[in-house]
């Protein structure tokens, strides 16, 4: 058995890295490409989910910021900043610990999930909260970073759009070929852009023979890319997409429009129930903001935008550990009960 090395490793010939950057990892990447059963069954679909709480703070970002930390130490930098709806800031935490850099992160006043704010704290991150929602956080850390000696790791980075890209890869190399759809929560919209860029990129130098279509999923109160203009004041549960003005809006439509996809908005009553459903029918235990996807497969395969019969792999981008909150809100409360075998049989509807 031999460790899987981390992802710049396994992909480094189709990275911007040399034989002399200094490689930081924790080892992310080649996360489960988890057949859904009972959604294949549902849709009339083959679908699989890419479980990117795999990685090793619980998120997609930690392919970005293997790469995004690495380039920076490569610089020589000594500080990192950035905005964050909880993951990134997780992510840039740890893996600048892993650097010995410093980090900044810039996160909006009581919205992030309390799991991500602990990643962040835990790991020693200077965590400052902001009067204002991400948009926000982002305009000021791009503006911090222009005055003062530190590197910004958020997606508009490019070298974390090249990281993010190796889960196309991930996935083509594990089904033998693309799948048909590919569906994805949208917030700042950097993944939907790596994952394009990744599938193209697979499509054209032959690996596979062609890329899916491209379906991303925004928050219904937090839609600016399906509304066709910037949301002021974003509203939805899933506050890790509570976005108002994404950084890669129009990177976003050119993978919509380029892979024949589309870019739609679900209801937070969307996302809870589709959250819901591939906690009990998958065992897949994943954050609100990233059932989004499996929401819109379920919503354009009833509406038929979606054809049955298709292959499609859902992203499910975080862990649902991080923000355990509407995990607890749903269930019923637990009872409690003495140290009594047949109380507990009772309770349990045994006896
Ligand atoms: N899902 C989760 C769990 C996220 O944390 C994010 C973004 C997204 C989906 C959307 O990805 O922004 O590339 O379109 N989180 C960022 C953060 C904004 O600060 O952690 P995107």
Partial sequence: LTQWPGLIEAYRDRLPVSATTPVVTLFEG???LVPARALSEQTGCEVYLKVEGANPTGSFKD????MAISKAAEEGAQ???CASTGNTSASAAAYAVRAGMTCAVLV???KIALGKLAQALVHGAKLLQVDGNFDDCLELAQ???VDYPVSLVNSVNAYRIQGQKTASFEICDVLGGAPDVHCIPVGNAGNITAYWLGYREYADTGVVDAAPRMFGFQAAGAAPIV?????????TIATAIRIGNPASWSRAEAARDE???LIDAVTDKQILEAYRLIARSEAVFVEPASAASVAGLLMTVADGRLPRGSRVVCTVTGNGLKDPDWAISGAPKPITVPVDGHAAAVSLGLA
Avoid: D
């Fill in 143 to 145: 503006k911090l970073a």
């Fill in 259 to 261: 892979s024949g996809g």
């Fill in 79 to 81: 500080a990192v900043i």
């Fill in 227 to 235: 509304m066709g203009a910037p949301v002021a004041r974003p509203t």
């Fill in 108 to 110: 909006p006043s009581g």
């Fill in 30 to 32: 080649n996360t489960p």
């Fill in 63 to 66: 392919r970005g910021m293997t």
